[in-house]
């Protein structure tokens, strides 16, 4: 990590606060293992956000310049779906940390 710019920045403890999960991007394939909620990349945006209505998340709230994110949040959780901006097809499914966003 030393040799990555910007990634010198201590020795630790490290903390992950994130994890995504990609879809197909140019020659890489989209991760096939489990992805948390039962979403896969297969789903469109439509499909999402019943899935994540049904289990009691609620309406995601819209997100990006071209609107091309859907987040929700739930106790200390976010899950964020990004889309590419032609279609609804899946860029990339993020879970984390929530994030204090009104000190932003």
């Known amino acids: 990590m030393e040799d990555i710019p910007s990634h ?3 020795q630790g403890p490290w903390v992950l ?8 991007h140019k ?3 989209a991760y096939a293992g489990p992805i948390p909620y039962e979403l896969d990349f ?3 945006r439509d499909s999402i ?3 994540m209505l049904n289990i009691g998340l609620g309406q995601a709230t819209v ?3 071209s609107e091309d ?7 200390r959780v976010e899950i964020t779906v990004e889309y590419f901006d032609d279609n609804d097809a899946i860029r990339c499914i993020s ?3 929530l994030i204090d966003r009104s000190r932003a």
């Open 49 to 51: 956000r019943n899935k």
């Open 63 to 65: 997100l990006g310049f």
């Open 69 to 75: 994110m859907d987040m929700w949040q739930m106790e």
């Open 42 to 44: 297969s789903m469109v």
């Open 8 to 10: 010198n920045i201590d």
């Open 95 to 97: 879970i984390g940390v």
């Open 17 to 24: 606060t994130k994890l995504t999960f990609w879809g197909v």
């Open 27 to 29: 020659k890489n394939g």
